[in-house]
Protein backbone atom coordinates (compact mmCIF):
# COMPACT_ATOMS: atom_id res chain seq x y z
CA UNK A 1 0.00 0.00 0.00
CA UNK A 2 1.68 3.06 -1.47
CA UNK A 3 1.32 6.45 0.59
CA UNK A 4 -1.91 8.55 -0.61
CA UNK A 5 -1.36 11.91 -2.83
CA UNK A 6 -2.42 14.91 -1.38
CA UNK A 7 -6.06 16.20 -2.33
CA UNK A 8 -6.40 19.67 -3.42
CA UNK A 9 -10.37 21.29 -2.74
CA UNK A 10 -10.70 24.62 -4.51
CA UNK A 11 -12.63 26.85 -2.09
CA UNK A 12 -12.61 30.67 -4.11
CA UNK A 13 -11.46 31.95 -7.50
CA UNK A 14 -10.29 35.42 -5.39
CA UNK A 15 -11.35 39.11 -5.02
CA UNK A 16 -10.51 41.88 -2.78
CA UNK A 17 -10.91 43.22 0.14
CA UNK A 18 -10.16 46.71 1.16
CA UNK A 19 -11.20 46.75 5.14
CA UNK A 20 -9.21 46.97 8.50
CA UNK A 21 -10.49 43.87 9.94
CA UNK A 22 -11.82 40.71 8.81
CA UNK A 23 -14.03 40.48 5.85
CA UNK A 24 -15.33 37.11 4.00
CA UNK A 25 -14.91 36.94 0.66
CA UNK A 26 -18.18 35.76 -1.30
CA UNK A 27 -17.63 34.40 -3.99
CA UNK A 28 -16.84 30.70 -3.04
CA UNK A 29 -16.81 27.85 -0.29
CA UNK A 30 -16.03 24.40 0.12
CA UNK A 31 -17.43 22.01 2.12
CA UNK A 32 -15.25 19.53 4.07
CA UNK A 33 -16.06 16.14 6.09
CA UNK A 34 -12.78 14.93 7.41
CA UNK A 35 -14.13 11.55 7.68
CA UNK A 36 -14.02 11.43 4.39
CA UNK A 37 -10.43 11.21 4.19
CA UNK A 38 -9.54 9.07 6.53
CA UNK A 39 -6.18 8.94 8.05
CA UNK A 40 -5.31 12.06 6.82
CA UNK A 41 -2.03 13.70 8.37
CA UNK A 42 -2.92 17.28 7.87
CA UNK A 43 -4.65 20.04 6.02
CA UNK A 44 -2.89 23.47 4.41
CA UNK A 45 -4.32 26.94 3.18
CA UNK A 46 -2.85 27.36 -0.23
CA UNK A 47 -3.54 30.88 -2.04
CA UNK A 48 -2.20 33.70 -4.17
CA UNK A 49 -2.34 37.00 -2.22
CA UNK A 50 -0.65 40.10 -2.74
CA UNK A 51 -1.76 43.59 -1.53
CA UNK A 52 -2.30 46.57 -3.41
CA UNK A 53 0.84 48.10 -5.14
CA UNK A 54 2.70 46.42 -1.79
CA UNK A 55 1.50 49.24 0.83
CA UNK A 56 1.10 47.41 4.19
CA UNK A 57 0.83 43.56 4.32
CA UNK A 58 -2.43 41.30 3.31
CA UNK A 59 -3.84 38.60 5.73
CA UNK A 60 -6.18 35.56 4.97
CA UNK A 61 -6.99 32.87 7.05
CA UNK A 62 -9.85 29.81 6.69
CA UNK A 63 -12.99 30.51 8.57
CA UNK A 64 -15.82 28.16 9.39
CA UNK A 65 -19.17 29.82 7.21
CA UNK A 66 -21.30 28.41 9.45
CA UNK A 67 -20.20 29.40 13.05
CA UNK A 68 -17.44 32.39 11.82
CA UNK A 69 -14.73 30.59 14.08
CA UNK A 70 -11.68 31.00 12.09
CA UNK A 71 -8.92 28.20 11.89
CA UNK A 72 -6.10 30.25 13.55
CA UNK A 73 -3.10 28.00 11.98
CA UNK A 74 -4.37 28.57 8.43
CA UNK A 75 -3.27 32.24 8.18
CA UNK A 76 -0.70 33.43 5.66
CA UNK A 77 0.35 37.08 4.59
CA UNK A 78 2.26 38.75 2.49
CA UNK A 79 3.98 42.12 1.62
CA UNK A 80 4.11 41.85 -1.88
CA UNK A 81 2.70 43.57 -4.40
CA UNK A 82 3.13 40.63 -6.84
CA UNK A 83 1.04 37.97 -7.07
CA UNK A 84 2.65 35.25 -4.70
CA UNK A 85 1.94 31.33 -3.25
CA UNK A 86 1.32 31.42 0.49
CA UNK A 87 0.83 28.18 2.34
CA UNK A 88 -0.16 28.21 5.78
CA UNK A 89 1.01 25.91 8.73
CA UNK A 90 -0.73 22.79 9.15
CA UNK A 91 -3.74 22.19 10.81
CA UNK A 92 -6.72 19.64 11.87
CA UNK A 93 -10.05 20.20 10.23
CA UNK A 94 -12.75 20.54 12.67
CA UNK A 95 -15.06 16.97 12.79
CA UNK A 96 -18.56 17.10 10.88
CA UNK A 97 -19.45 18.65 7.52
CA UNK A 98 -18.33 22.19 7.66
CA UNK A 99 -18.35 25.17 4.99
CA UNK A 100 -15.23 26.99 4.48
CA UNK A 101 -14.51 30.58 3.02
CA UNK A 102 -11.57 32.65 2.66
CA UNK A 103 -11.50 35.56 5.45
CA UNK A 104 -9.48 38.56 4.83
CA UNK A 105 -7.47 42.09 5.38
CA UNK A 106 -5.20 44.40 4.80
CA UNK A 107 -3.42 46.79 6.77
CA UNK A 108 -3.32 49.81 4.99
CA UNK A 109 -7.10 50.97 4.22
CA UNK A 110 -7.23 51.82 0.21
CA UNK A 111 -4.76 49.34 -0.33
CA UNK A 112 -6.73 46.33 -0.59
CA UNK A 113 -5.62 42.46 0.13
CA UNK A 114 -6.19 40.93 -3.32
CA UNK A 115 -6.69 37.05 -3.65
CA UNK A 116 -6.04 35.01 -6.63
CA UNK A 117 -7.65 31.28 -6.12
CA UNK A 118 -7.59 29.59 -2.82
CA UNK A 119 -7.40 25.53 -2.00
CA UNK A 120 -7.29 23.53 0.91
CA UNK A 121 -5.01 20.68 0.94
CA UNK A 122 -5.26 17.26 2.16
CA UNK A 123 -2.02 15.51 2.67
CA UNK A 124 -1.65 11.42 4.16
Request: proline residues 8%; hydrophobic residues 30%; charged residues 5%.
Amino acid sequence: TGKKSPVLLPINPGGNIDSTTWSNLTTGTVTVNPADYPGYKNAYLIMNLSVYVGQGTAYAQLVNSQNGLAIIPSRVQTSSDQTVSVTSGPFQLPTGSNSYTIQMYTQVPGYPAQAGSSFLQITY
